[in-house]
Every structure is written in structure tokens, then in C-alpha cells.
Nanobody, 115 residues
Framework: QVQLVESGGGLVQPGGSLRLSCAAS????????MGWYRQAPGKQREMVAA???????NYADSVKGRFTISRDNTKNTVYLQMNSLKPEDTAVYYC?????????WGQGTQVTVSS
């Protein structure tokens, strides 16, 4: 079992920045990949960014160059630094962790980009 707790969401103006955090606990040594997904109203959940053991990262085309995913293994935490935010980035952001045979999700944190 893996527990994930997200934080850092909120309201920000277009062009602003936010940093999301996701703290993992439980069977953390089994985690081989972590990521961030988002779901806007009326839309399907989509992958935003992912990082696997070893440090390789992957990003959705819509966030490349603006978002950065990173992981601090000493704190069992993954971060999503979001810069140059746009109104279309508004969504509930979910943290995700994968272990062999299972996927775990956090409860989600709301990000709203609006003037």
C-alpha cells in the first residue's frame, strides 16, 4: 500500500507560478514511477508529467517548457513546478504512484488559473 498526499494548489493569475507537492508513505521502496495527472470539468483525466526511478521524465506536449517534475527521495516527495500558467491549466491535479501490479492516487488538489 502507498499513501499519497498532495498540497500546493490554489488560485493564481495567468502567467503566474505554483508548486505542487506529493508526499508518499507506506511501501515507498516498491515505487518505480510517480507522476501528475489532471482532470478539468467535463474532460478525461490526462497525464501531465511523470518521473521514473533513475530520473527520466516525460511531459504532455501542452506543458513542455513550462512545467518541471522532480523528486526528492530523502523526503519521499515529488514536485510539480508550474510556470507561465494559463487558464487552460485549470483542473484538479492528482499525484500518481506505480508499484509492480498496482497504481495509487492522491486525493487531488485544485489549481485555478484566472484573473
Amino acid at each position: 500500500q502507498v499513501q499519497l498526499v498532495e498540497s500546493g494548489g490554489g488560485l493564481v493569475q495567468p502567467g503566474g507560478s505554483l508548486r505542487l507537492s506529493c508526499a508518499a508513505s507506506g511501501s515507498i521502496f516498491s515505487i518505480y514511477a510517480m507522476g501528475w495527472y489532471r482532470q478539468a470539468p467535463g474532460k478525461q483525466r490526462e497525464m501531465v508529467a511523470a518521473i521514473i526511478n533513475g530520473g527520466s521524465t516525460n511531459y504532455a506536449d501542452s506543458v513542455k517548457g513550462r512545467f518541471t517534475i522532480s523528486r526528492d527521495n530523502t523526503k519521499n516527495t515529488v514536485y510539480l513546478q508550474m510556470n507561465s500558467l494559463k487558464p487552460e491549466d485549470t483542473a484538479v491535479y492528482y499525484c500518481n504512484a506505480r508499484i509492480p501490479g498496482s497504481t495509487y492516487w492522491g486525493q487531488g488538489t485544485q489549481v485555478t488559473v484566472s484573473s
